[in-house]
């Protein structure tokens, strides 16, 4: 199978999750995506983040219409901080007839270079960047095996989500109705 892996604190996981994973399942050609919920992102140890099976609990409840998304805890069982290089070569050591490729957005790109292993996992699996608003990126200046998910922007974050529901504000739209609810008195 080839299994899309779309890593991330999901805190809240929000439609523009749902809508950038449904691009990068029909575009790759892929049988899955799944949704690696990070315990511990290296690179956000100072953000505070809901309990992992909490955001566990959203991610499955946000994907559970769709037959080809999964939510993972599989970094649950993994040393912290999760590395990603780690995360793969256990998912390749536990599901060897799977191909796996990584979905990382531009801001991820941008600081590819300072990840624990990034070119052991250039080397080994094949990534696709989803530009941010504002990021110029080409294929053309990307090394092999490295691609552009070529979609329309979404202008949806976490932080935003959050930040509104800090002020009271409303975020029907922003996430699943499926948690929109729970979204609003978890944070």
Request: glycine share 6%.
């Given at each position: 199978?080839?299994?899309?892996?779309?890593?991330?604190?999901?805190?809240?996981?929000?439609n523009g999750?749902?809508?950038?994973?449904?691009?990068?399942?029909?575009?790759?050609?892929?049988?899955?995506?799944?949704?690696?919920?990070?315990?511990?992102?290296?690179?956000?140890?100072?953000?505070?983040?809901?309990?992992?099976?909490?955001?566990?609990?959203?991610?499955?409840?946000?994907?559970?219409?769709?037959?080809?998304?999964?939510?993972?805890?599989?970094?649950?069982?993994?040393?912290?901080?999760?590395?990603?290089?780690?995360?793969?070569?256990?998912?390749?050591?536990?599901?060897?007839?799977?191909?796996?490729?990584?979905?990382?957005?531009?801001?991820?790109?941008?600081?590819?270079?300072?990840?624990?292993h990034a070119?052991?996992?250039?080397?080994?699996?094949?990534?696709?960047?989803?530009?941010?608003?504002?990021?110029?990126?080409?294929?053309?200046?990307?090394?092999?095996?490295?691609?552009?998910?070529?979609?329309?922007?979404?202008?949806?974050?976490?932080?935003?989500?959050?930040?509104?529901?800090?002020?009271?504000?409303?975020?029907?739209?922003?996430?699943?109705?499926?948690?929109?609810?729970?979204?609003?008195?978890?944070?």
């Amino acid at each position: 199978m080839n299994i899309g892996i779309f890593g991330g604190s999901f805190n809240p996981i929000h439609n523009g999750h749902l809508t950038l994973a449904r691009a990068f399942l029909e575009k790759e050609k892929l049988d899955e995506v799944w949704f690696m919920v990070s315990p511990q992102n290296p690179f956000k140890a100072d953000q505070a983040l809901l309990d992992d099976h909490l955001r566990l609990k959203l991610v499955q409840k946000a994907t559970d219409n769709n037959p080809h998304f999964k939510a993972s805890d599989y970094e649950f069982r993994l040393p912290k901080p999760s590395y990603t290089w780690n995360t793969l070569r256990h998912l390749s050591s536990d599901f060897p007839a799977h191909r796996f490729t990584l979905l990382v957005g531009g801001d991820n790109w941008a600081a590819f270079n300072r990840w624990y292993h990034a070119e052991d996992i250039l080397s080994h699996y094949r990534l696709v960047v989803y530009p941010r608003r504002g990021e110029q990126l080409s294929d053309n200046a990307l090394p092999p095996g490295v691609s552009i998910l070529s979609t329309p922007f979404i202008d949806i974050s976490s932080t935003e989500i959050r930040r509104r529901i800090r002020q009271g504000m409303s975020v029907r739209g922003l996430v699943p109705p499926a948690i929109e609810t729970e979204v609003g008195r978890l944070y």
